[in-house]
């Protein structure tokens, strides 16, 4: 009986998928709704979407705030979610590799990579060693890039709102360059021996070369193997030889090899680090360019103490 159910289950999800396949073979915005339907892989390119979007566009993550999204698994139910879609946006650079099998399930839908054209910044270390590092939008000025190709992306699919996408786009520009600029603020009186990051995954490289800090992780990129005695080891003399007064781990990792970094050197966990994923609406990176604000005031207050 059980079997059954599942292979009825089965059944009725192809004919879902195939129905959303047949209303828009041609990827225009639904005529009811008159609204493009924009995909985004995680929450943070969704939020830039939204932004350059406008009212002109219904934009959705695939992912839910606080998900990690490095070894995400589409479920069938995302495959039906994805098939209301016009366009997909994700990042590229290797960070969601599961959305190979994604666009298998939607095959008649275009996808964007956001980050075409970003100054890439290659991974240094481990099995990772010379693969581009991918989370380029921790830069503000890379930030920028991901919201022009969005731009791009959506004049293509809608081209009569070219200029409300390319309005939208100027503005949301403008505030991404006043966050840098007050990133820079936070960050560059920090003290010579206190300009240290050290963080669970190496996430932090665009960010640390955009305001002169020196990145200490503990694993490059966030996968079953991270937290070996080697990786934790190395980190602590790091910390102890340093004497860095604080560590930080991202939102989307339980902290606790972080804290066997505390445990043995001293260090205070100096605070939560969003970085994959923003926090929910009530939490305090509910927006990208709040991402960025608490990232910087984070940082600064627990390498500070202030």
Not at 60 to 84: C, F, M, N, W
Request: hydrophobic content about 40%; some cysteine.
């Amino acid at each position: 009986m059980k079997k059954t159910l599942l292979i009825i289950g089965a059944i009725v999800i192809v004919l879902v998928i195939a129905s959303g396949f047949n209303e828009k073979t041609n990827n225009q915005p639904d005529v009811d709704n008159d609204k493009i339907v924009a995909l985004s892989t995680f929450t943070i390119i969704a939020d830039m979407v939204a932004n350059v979007g406008g009212d002109k566009v219904e934009s959705i993550s695939l992912t839910k705030p606080g998900a990690e999204i490095h070894g995400y698994q589409p479920t069938p139910e995302d495959i039906v979610q994805a098939s209301r879609a016009n366009l997909m946006f994700e990042n590229g650079m290797n960070l969601e590799l599961w959305t190979e099998k994604l666009r298998a399930g939607i095959p008649n839908i275009p996808s964007y990579t956001v980050s075409q054209g970003v100054q890439v910044i290659d991974i240094s270390e481990d099995a990772y060693a010379g693969k581009p590092n991918p989370h380029a939008w921790m830069s503000p000025k890379q930030g920028l890039v991901y919201v022009e190709n969005i731009r791009a992306a959506l004049t293509e699919v809608a081209p009569e709102h070219a200029d409300y996408f390319a309005t939208n786009a100027e503005k949301y520009s403008a505030e991404i360059k006043a966050v840098d600029t007050s990133l820079s603020t936070a960050l560059s009186p920090l003290p010579d021996n206190n300009r240290v990051l050290v963080t669970c995954e190496g996430a932090f490289s665009y960010l640390t070369n955009d305001y002169n800090l020196e990145e200490v992780y503990l694993w490059a990129i966030n996968s079953e193997s991270q937290g070996s005695p080697q990786q934790v080891a190395k980190v602590i003399n790091i910390v102890k030889e340093k004497n860095i007064p604080a560590v930080f781990c991202e939102s989307t990792v339980e902290p606790r090899v972080q804290r066997e970094v505390v445990k043995a050197t001293g260090a205070k966990l100096g605070g939560v680090l969003y970085v994959d994923s923003l926090s929910t609406k009530e939490g305090p990176a509910s927006t990208y360019l709040k991402l960025l604000q608490h990232t910087a005031e984070t940082i600064n207050s627990g390498l500070t103490g202030e």
